[in-house]
C-alpha cells in the first residue's frame, strides 16, 4: 500500500486501524517524565533476547511494571516483538494498566501502521532505529509519531546516526552501546557521544547498564535518563534493582 503522506514509508494504516488510535487512551507524556529533574530509569520487560537467550519466559508484565515503578521508574519499556524477543501487544496493554507512568512500545517500527498500531494498543512513545531506516523514513515516522501525540525514541550507535536523527527532527535521542551485528556492549559509547547532544534534545543511555556508579556517570555527562533491562530482569528483587540503580549513596549492584 502507498503511504498517504508524500515522503513517508510504504504501510499507511487501514482505517480501521486509524479509528483505534484515535480512540486509544490518552497519551502519558514520555519525554516530559525523562525531562524531569534528576536521572529517571526506564525499566524493560522482555522475556529473552538474541544476545542472552531467554531470561523470564514466565514473565508477567502487569506485575514487574509495578514493581519497577515502586522502585522509581519513571516509565516502561515494553518489547512487544514475538520472534526475537518472546513479546506481545497483550503485554504492553497489560503493563500500561497496572501503572500511571508512560509506556515505550519497544519493536522493530518501520512504516506508519506500525506507528498507529502502537497508538492503538495504548503506547505513549515508540522506538526509531535510525540504522533501519533513511533519513526521510526517519523523519516522516517522528513528525508522524507527533502528530499523534507520542514520543519517538529515536536510537542511535555513532556521530552519523546522531547527526541523521538531530536531522530528522528527533527530540528524545537514545545511544545504544549494544552493537546490533555482534551484539557487543561497548560500556563506553555513551559517555563518549554525550558531549555531542545538544542542549534541549532529552538523552538516553541504553544496554550494559547495571551499576549506580555508572547511572551516576551518566547522569553527571548530562543524560536524561537510562534504559535497563537484563540487569533488572535477572535481580530476585526488581524493586530493589531498580531503587539500587538511582541510590546517589555507595556502590551499586555489580560494583
Known amino acids: 500500500m502507498e503511504s498517504h503522506r508524500a515522503g513517508a514509508?510504504?504501510?499507511?494504516?487501514?482505517?480501521?486501524?486509524?479509528?483505534?488510535?484515535?480512540?486509544?487512551?490518552?497519551?502519558?507524556?514520555?519525554?516530559?517524565?525523562?525531562s524531569a529533574p534528576g536521572l529517571g530509569v526506564i525499566a524493560e520487560c522482555k522475556r529473552r533476547s538474541p544476545s542472552v537467550g531467554t531470561i523470564d519466559s514466565e514473565l508477567d508484565p502487569a506485575s514487574l511494571a509495578k514493581e519497577y515503578v515502586d522502585g522509581g521508574a519513571v516509565a516502561i519499556s515494553v518489547l512487544t516483538d514475538s520472534e526475537y524477543f518472546g513479546g506481545s501487544v497483550d503485554d504492553l496493554v497489560a503493563a500500561r494498566s497496572e501503572v500511571a507512568v508512560p509506556v515505550l512500545r519497544k519493536d522493530f517500527t518501520v512504516c506508519e501502521s506500525d506507528v498507529y498500531?502502537?497508538?492503538?494498543m495504548g503506547?505513549?512513545?515508540?522506538l526509531l532505529i535510525v540504522a533501519a531506516l533513511s533519513g526521510s523514513e526517519l523523519a516522516a515516522l517522528?513528525?508522524?509519531?507527533?502528530?499523534?501525540?507520542?514520543?519517538?525514541?529515536v536510537e542511535v550507535h555513532d556521530e552519523v546516526?546522531?547527526?541523521?536523527?538531530?536531522?530528522?527532527g528527533a527530540e528524545v535521542v537514545g545511544v545504544n552501546q549494544r552493537d546490533l551485528f555482534n551484539f557487543q556492549v561497548d560500556p563506553g559509547r555513551a559517555l563518549r557521544m554525550a558531549y555531542l547532544i545538544p542542549a534541549g534534545v532529552v538523552s538516553v543511555a541504553e544496554s550494559g547498564i547495571g551499576s549506580a556508579r555508572q547511572v551516576r556517570a551518566l547522569e553527571a555527562a548530562g543524560y536524561d535518563a537510562v534504559l535497563v533491562g537484563e540487569h533488572l530482569l535477572k535481580s530476585a528483587d526488581r524493586r530493589g534493582a531498580v531503587s539500587a540503580l538511582l541510590s546517589s549513596t555507595g556502590p551499586g549492584p555489580g560494583e
Do not use: K, N
Open 9 to 34: 514509508p510504504r504501510g499507511g494504516p487501514s482505517p480501521a486501524l486509524a479509528a483505534q488510535a484515535q480512540e486509544a487512551p490518552p497519551v502519558r507524556d514520555f519525554r516530559a517524565a525523562l
Open 117 to 120: 498500531e502502537a497508538r492503538a
Open 123 to 126: 503506547a505513549d512513545a515508540v
Open 142 to 153: 517522528v513528525s508522524l509519531t507527533e502528530s499523534l501525540g507520542m514520543t519517538a525514541l
Open 161 to 168: 546516526e546522531l547527526d541523521t536523527a538531530l536531522g530528522a
